[in-house]
């Protein structure tokens, strides 16, 4: 199995016991480890701080093996500083793929970040067609119930059919026989009998 292989399960959430969601073996927790290892050593050589101390140091080395006493100088100014230079390019050959182990891990990152938003994108772009729909809808079932001015005129043509009808009405009120009401004060009978 390759280690450079694609796809390495960052998409899934990690199990409860720290090891990787989809092994049994104890690899992906260590591959997850040596990552986070490898991310921290390429965070530090990507501040100012660390090419200080580079600096500093490179500075110092010169210093001490071109002006130090000769018994204790450990490279020789004569033969180019052999082994600041060999410390140098061990240090940035190791610094190169480091420094490519955490980009494709950011990569990988990204990725699933790219998936997600992607995802995040599509069931918004769903909710707002849904709901635009939605709004459509009620438009049109508004457009069906009246409106203010539509019902002020019906009731303007009703209030107007009442007052034609109600002359009518008195005029048939007036030659209706009346019929005595309790507020209507009751016939005096002892005085139509007084008259029999």
Not at 32 to 40: A, C, D, L, M, V
Not at 132 to 145: D, F, M
Not at 168 to 180: F, K, L
Request: with cysteine; aromatic share 8%; hydrophobic share 40%.
């Amino acid at each position: 199995m390759s280690p450079f292989r694609r796809g390495s399960g960052l998409d899934a959430p990690r199990a409860a016991s720290g090891r990787g969601a989809g092994r049994g073996d104890g690899r992906s927790g260590k591959s997850e480890r040596f990552g986070r290892w490898t991310e921290s050593i390429a965070r530090g050589m990507g501040t100012p701080w660390f090419l200080f101390a580079l600096t500093i140091v490179c500075v110092a080395w010169l210093i001490w093996n071109t002006y130090g006493p000769e018994p204790f100088r450990f490279d020789s100014a004569a033969l180019g500083f052999t082994a600041l230079t060999l410390i140098l390019s061990l240090q940035a050959s190791y610094a190169a793929p480091l420094l490519l182990l955490a980009q494709n891990r950011q990569d990988d990152r990204d990725r699933v970040q790219i998936e997600q938003d992607r995802q995040r994108a599509e069931r918004n772009l769903a909710d707002t067609e849904f709901l635009a729909r939605e709004v459509v809808a009620l438009r049109l079932a508004l457009k069906e119930l009246p409106d203010r001015d539509f019902v002020r005129s019906e009731l303007r043509s009703l209030l107007a059919e009442l007052a034609e009808d109600e002359p009518e009405s008195d005029a048939a009120r007036e030659q209706a026989p009346r019929v005595p009401t309790r507020r209507d004060p009751a016939p005096d009978r002892t005085a139509s009998r007084q008259h029999d």
